[in-house]
């Protein structure tokens, strides 16, 4: 949570780690695709899509789990984390970029090692 004062770096870290959280729940099937729109540009959302994994109807969905995560600020208007996430019971590798575009931070890509 981001208080009054925290600053912008405070900011950035809770927009990185709320977006990172999205990305493993939209790779999960958790979370429907679309709702990436909320905090990735386009192409990311397009580049996901073939990622998400299908969840069997009627199975128990195991909500995913980030492990641990790495922040850091290459540039003022670019941010980059990496994170180690469970997913369907398998370890994978995630790392997103975010750039501040028009006013506000957006996931400009995402890499990961989730089939």
């Not at 729109?37 to 899509?49: D, F, K, N, Q």
């Not at 941010?79 to 994978?92: C, F, K, M, P």
């Amino acid at each position: 949570m981001v208080r009054p004062g925290d600053g912008v770096e405070a900011e950035v870290r809770a927009v990185a780690d709320t977006t990172l959280r999205i990305v493993v729940e939209v790779l999960a099937g958790t979370r429907p695709p679309h709702q990436l729109s909320l905090v990735a540009v386009p192409a990311v959302c397009r580049g996901l899509a073939p990622h998400r994994r299908a969840v069997p109807g009627g199975r128990r969905i195991v909500p995913p789990r980030v492990l641990s995560s790495r922040f850091q600020r290459p540039s003022p208007t670019v941010a980059e984390t990496s994170a180690v996430v469970v997913v369907a019971g398998r370890v994978h590798a995630v790392a997103l970029r975010l750039q501040h575009l028009r006013g506000r931070w957006r996931c400009t890509a995402v890499e990961t090692t989730a089939p």
